[in-house]
Each structure stands twice: as structure tokens, then as C-alpha cells.
């Protein structure tokens, strides 16, 4: 079955520390995958997928197929970064888009 | 308009009660999307359109029903609330299935 794990729902890290935002997904054929970020009271907005390889306030996320994740990394971490993080994977046509139940990063100062 | 809007912002409703949650988009996008938003659930999709006059059930259909009449909009009628709707829920579009969704601003809702 598809699906999308991320395993912590809380994540807390120190201003400055390295943050891994862990993702891991079941599918069977060639996923699309993103990372959705909602700050406080806001809407959530895509925060980067990918097929873009791109870096993205400094969050960047590497597809292992082998190891089928997507973890969201970030170097140093910032306290604007503090936020819901949702994984999400999409596929073909006629295949709606899973979330993850999301982790909420806590960057303490 | 720009992007994706919904309304009410917020709503509390007797329980038994109709309610519609309105979802408007000007972007031109195939596909709208609810979901609605519970803490430890993430989001859950409760009814899907790909295009205009289709409309297909999600995750969580029960309870819920919606339309697409034209491209822009996609309202969510609850024929007859009850508390376990009280949830957050976000209405969503996106150019093809495929591609990634932009996010109304929510609408509050709770049922009491």
C-alpha cells in the first residue's frame, strides 16, 4: 500500500544545529515527492520538491530510492524555521496525493 | 483575487446543522482538493476534483459532499454537522494531479 511515514512528530533542535526532517514513503512505481511547510496560522505553502533539486532557505532533500526517503536537511537551523513539515507524494494520473501526518520543528534560541 | 481563498475563516455550528465552506481559486488549475487537518492525523483528503463537473471521494468522504460546477470553485457541504467534523479544513488546487498544491488560508471549524 502507499504510504507516508515521518516518524517524529516533534522535533526540537538549538538555534544553529543541524536539522534532518525524517520522510520515508511506499509506492511501487516512480514517485513524485515534496516537502509542504506551514508556519504559524499560516496556509501551507511548498517548500520544495524533488524534480527541482533545489535548495530552498537553505533546506535541501535528496530522493533515496533505495532507502525510499526524502529527508528535508538543513545545516544550520534558524528560529523562523520553527514550523509544521509535511511530506507529501504524489504519481500518476488517477493517484491522489498521500501526506505524512507531519513533524512540528521547534528551533529553540 | 490572487491564488486561493475560502470563508468563513471561522465558524462554530450547532451540531445537526448545514454548513457549506467556500473555495474559490483564479489560478486556472484542473485539479481542488479539501482536506481537513487533525493533530497526529496530518491532512486527509476528504473529496477531490481533476476537472470541472467531476468530483471524486478521498480518505474521509462520509459526511461531506462538494461540486464543481466551473473551474474556480469547489465548496464542502456538511448536510448535517457533527462534532467530529470540528477540524480545520483546507481547500487545495493544482495545475494537473501531479504537480504540487497551493493552499487556501483554512477554515476553522468547530461543531458543538
Known amino acids: 500500500a502507499q504510504r507516508v511515514t515521518q516518524p517524529e512528530k516533534l522535533l526540537s533542535v538549538f538555534k544553529g544545529a543541524p536539522v534532518e526532517l525524517k520522510c520515508n514513503y511506499s509506492?511501487?512505481?516512480?514517485?513524485?515527492l515534496f516537502w509542504y511547510v506551514q508556519y504559524s496560522r499560516q496556509r501551507l505553502q511548498l517548500l520544495l520538491r524533488?524534480?527541482s533539486r533545489e535548495s530552498i532557505k537553505g533546506f535541501t532533500a535528496d530522493l533515496n530510492k533505495g532507502e525510499t526517503s526524502f529527508h528535508l536537511k538543513k545545516p544550520f537551523a534558524q528560529e523562523e524555521d520553527s514550523a509544521m513539515y509535511y511530506c507529501?507524494?504524489?504519481?500518476?494520473?488517477?493517484?491522489?496525493?498521500?501526506f505524512g501526518a507531519g513533524t512540528r520543528l521547534f528551533v529553540k534560541a | 483575487i490572487a491564488g486561493i481563498t475560502q470563508a468563513p475563516t471561522s465558524q462554530i455550528l450547532a451540531a445537526g446543522r448545514r454548513m457549506t465552506l467556500r473555495c474559490t481559486q483564479d489560478m486556472r488549475h484542473n485539479a481542488m482538493y479539501w482536506y481537513r487537518q487533525d493533530l497526529g492525523l496530518g491532512l486527509r483528503l476528504i473529496h477531490y476534483s481533476n476537472t470541472a463537473g467531476t468530483t471524486g471521494k478521498g480518505e474521509v468522504p462520509d459526511g461531506y459532499s462538494v461540486s464543481r460546477a466551473n473551474t474556480d470553485d469547489f465548496p464542502l457541504t456538511l448536510a448535517s454537522a457533527v462534532p467530529s467534523q470540528t477540524s480545520v479544513y483546507f481547500c487545495?488546487?493544482?495545475?494537473?494531479?501531479?504537480?504540487?498544491?497551493?493552499f487556501g488560508p483554512g477554515t476553522r471549524l468547530t461543531v458543538l
Open positions: 524533488h524534480i
Open positions: 507529501a507524494l504524489s504519481g500518476p494520473r488517477g493517484f491522489k496525493t498521500i
Open positions: 487545495a488546487s493544482s495545475d494537473t494531479e501531479r504537480e504540487a498544491q497551493y
Open positions: 509506492y511501487s512505481g516512480s514517485p513524485e
